[in-house]
């Protein structure tokens, strides 16, 4: 064997054997894998590599021991397996500390408060059973415990912590004791100083527990985020039979699902023709125990790169096959590509993000403009989730003119809210996020009927 064949066959195994370690560690350990489903601004992730905080991008793996972190007018959310969601407001910080399967498969969830507000919409499966998933939410010596569905807020300060309960019921944890915090009302603790013993009687009045709950400046966006769940996470007609809730709102919102002769019934994004891949737009993160995992840049980009497989349907052009949910894919997986089409390969060395194309999506800040413009080819990129209404029907005008189109986009929610009431909002069925830019230009179609297979693009 020649040197040049014994240096690429030493590079093909290494890149199956990255292949492996991804899938494996997601499907044989009890090691999860959940979305970091939203991005506002300045937001940091560690990703325990020992490299400390970087730059946080939507649709990045969380794993344990990861550590997120929001700047000021930063948000950001992560989403769960079964759908359920943590917020974090601006200046706020937060360590995965857990993030395992129980030995009956149950989900256990222990996230650490380090400093600001969180929000966190639970819906835990089976949580009344003995199997049941578990979620708890630390916070300097403090707890609080999920047992059943609910939706709240933690507030630390520097003296106290508040508990704020918008819906359902959970139980808040102290060296004083527990309580139980109904719907609609709120407890605030004490937090204790470092030479104060828990076994001191001034522990003893801890909590203070209230019939109601002050409005926090990251309510109205809490809301928000919480009614675009709620409004496509059934939405869209979809068939699929899948035991995951997290990423299905964006796929409702961003594409449609259809049935391909041949091919079952799939799921396309819209905004794109025949010269769009899958693949050309996105990056590679490295994460320690899983090595290098494929991090889409499209905002619908989680769950088809997890799940399931990308096919070229001759016609249609590429379209999502959903299915094997065993397994979480850290690496894309393709079948009947086209002829010249590249798969990703995940880099051979190194710890450094690498990034595809136009890469990852440059995170949405505060001012975004009023009007959206989204080209031909995009499939989405750099549109913020619910910042368009009707975007099903945008993507008909694109497809029958193949020019830009240009949309009024929903406003976010303001820094700060006035009303104390955790209800609806007007406006809030069809979300409400900023606007944002997009720099790719070609013609559509929806459904996309390409007449010849996609050209490549080098990765």
Not at 385 to 413: E, H, I, M, W, Y
């Amino acid at each position: 064997m020649t040197i040049a064949k014994f240096g690429k066959t030493l590079a093909m195994l290494a890149v199956l054997a990255a292949a492996f370690l991804v899938v494996s560690a997601s499907a044989e350990s009890k090691a999860r894998i959940v979305r970091l489903s939203e991005v506002q601004g300045t937001v940091q992730i560690d990703r325990a590599t020992g490299d400390g905080f970087d730059k946080a991008f939507i649709n990045l793996p969380v794993i344990e021991g990861c550590k997120l972190k929001t700047g000021k007018d930063s948000r950001a959310e992560v989403e769960f397996e079964d759908g359920s969601a943590l917020r974090l407001a601006p200046d706020s910080e937060v360590d995965f500390t857990r993030l395992a399967l129980g030995d009956d498969g149950q989900k256990l969830n222990t996230m650490q408060l380090v400093a600001g507000t969180v929000y966190a919409n639970i819906r835990p499966k089976n949580a009344k059973s003995k199997a049941g998933d578990q979620f708890v939410l630390n916070f300097a010596g403090e707890s609080v415990t999920v047992s059943e569905a609910a939706h709240f807020r933690v507030e630390l300060a520097e003296a106290n912590a508040t508990v704020a309960v918008f819906k359902g019921k959970l139980n808040a944890t102290s060296p004083a004791g527990q309580v139980e915090v109904a719907e609609k009302h709120s407890a605030t603790i004490a937090l204790a100083k470092d030479d104060v013993a828990n076994d001191d009687p001034a522990r003893k009045a801890s909590f203070a527990v209230a019939k109601n709950y002050e409005a926090e400046p990251s309510d109205a966006w809490d809301r928000q985020q919480s009614d675009y769940h709620d409004r496509y996470a059934s939405a869209g007609g979809s068939s699929i039979n899948s035991p995951y809730g997290y990423g299905m709102s964006d796929l409702n919102y961003y594409g449609n699902f259809m049935t391909v002769p041949g091919y079952g019934n799939v799921w396309q994004p819209y905004f794109i023709d025949a010269a769009w891949s899958p693949f050309q737009d996105g990056g590679w993160a490295f994460y320690p125990g899983f090595g290098y995992m494929w991090v889409s840049g499209y905002p619908w980009g989680w769950m088809p790169y997890s799940y399931g497989n990308w096919a070229f349907a001759p016609g249609f052009g590429w379209v999502w096959q959903p299915g094997y949910w065993n397994p979480w894919y850290g690496i894309p997986q393709v079948v009947n590509p086209p002829v010249r089409t590249r798969v990703p390969t995940p880099p051979v060395r190194g710890h450094q993000t690498v990034m595809v194309g136009l890469g990852l999506a440059a995170n949405p800040v505060v001012g975004a403009p009023r009007r959206l413009t989204i080209n031909p080819g995009s499939a989405g990129f750099g549109v913020p989730r619910g910042s368009v209404r009707n975007l099903d029907r945008l993507a008909k005008t694109v497809d029958r003119t193949s020019r830009p189109v240009v949309a009024r986009t929903v406003q976010p929610a303001p820094t700060a809210t006035s009303t104390g009431d955790f209800g609806t909002s007007p406006g809030s069925s069809s979300g409400s996020m900023r606007g944002g830019t997009s720099t790719r230009t070609a013609p559509v179609g929806t459904p996309h009927r390409s007449p010849a297979p996609p050209p490549t693009r080098p990765h």
